[in-house]
């Protein structure tokens, strides 16, 4: 190769940063060099990994607490190590099958229903032509996230509870028969999935509108063009556009499956005995068995192995979609 060649291309990649060999795309540069650079990309990152830091990490410090007879005065470290003696408690009690069950059925039905409506709201939203209704639809429908549980519980208890409630009188107006609402569990997890969707929907809509926006507007016009109907530009554009946000955030939720609604379900039901069959969770039987046998090592225990789960099954379910589509997996 002549010599100016050879020049040129060393002052190219030393202009670049890339040497002979290496990959394209990868950068070279060091850590402390690209944040003198960008200072303000890191101080903009900064108070989230603090947070990330401070209620994240630095508390898995208390995993210890798992594996030991915990005692306020001796401390974490000074108290009775006892092994696996704490998972013990919720392997042995015959409740754990259908605790288990419940968890997994009601967040599988709050999943589903949840992802469902956000995914229909946001697309009949895009199509609406006035700007000002949209916004309008848009702020109601994202209303009910801010409320709290103990409001929406106090609503519920109105229209569900006492000796004549609300539904009922409905219902004696359409000349159906009254329910026994507080008495019947086998209502309760589609009662429960109708109240997450109620709550839930408008926070995801704004998620997936952000994503339509994304969307380059030359293929709905190309569509128009080529006399497609709103519902074709629905189905063949808007929704396989949506499919990889909706397969992350999915993923996001079978993270935490294991994990009930605690301050939904105990706002809303308490502690009612005849409604355990279908609404008790995890969460809200290890809170029921911290407040009664006052130990805190089974309910670290328990925390620590819905963590466990949780994680076992996102990464069976990241891999199951990564070979089907790595677009739509989280890594």
Known sequence: MDKDKQGTIALAERGTGVRRGSKPGRSKTPLWRDMLRSPFLYIIALPGLLLYLVFSYIPMYGIIIAFKKFNIREGIMGSEWVGLSNFTFFLKSGDMGRIVYNTLFLNV???????????????????????????????????????????????????????????????EALGLPPVDWMFSPELWPWILTVIRVWQATGYGTIIYLATISSIPG???????????????????????????????????AVGRIFYGDFGMIYALLGDNPILYSTTDVIDTYVFRALRTLNNFGMSAAVGLAQSVM??????????????????????
């Not at 497609?228 to 189905?235: K, N």
């Not at 099954?313 to 677009?327: A, H, Q």
């Open 218 to 252: 030359e293929m709905y016009e190309a569509a128009r063009i080529d006399g497609a109907s709103r519902r074709q530009i629905m189905g063949r554009i808007t929704l396989p556009m949506l499919v990889p946000t909706i397969s992350i955030l999915t993923l996001l």
């Open 310 to 331: 949780g994680f076992v099954l996102i990464l069976t379910v990241n891999m199951i979609v990564r070979r089907v589509s790595k677009e739509s997996s989280l890594f």
């Open 109 to 171: 039905l709050f999943i589903t229903a949840t992802t469902f409506f956000a995914v229909l709201t946001a697309m009949l939203l895009n199509e609406l032509r006035s700007k000002y209704y949209k916004r309008v639809s848009q702020s109601i429908i994202f209303l009910p996230f801010f409320m709290s549980w103990v409001v929406v519980s106090m609503m519920v208890n109105a229209m569900l509870s006492g000796r004549n409630p609300t539904m009922n009188v409905w219902l």
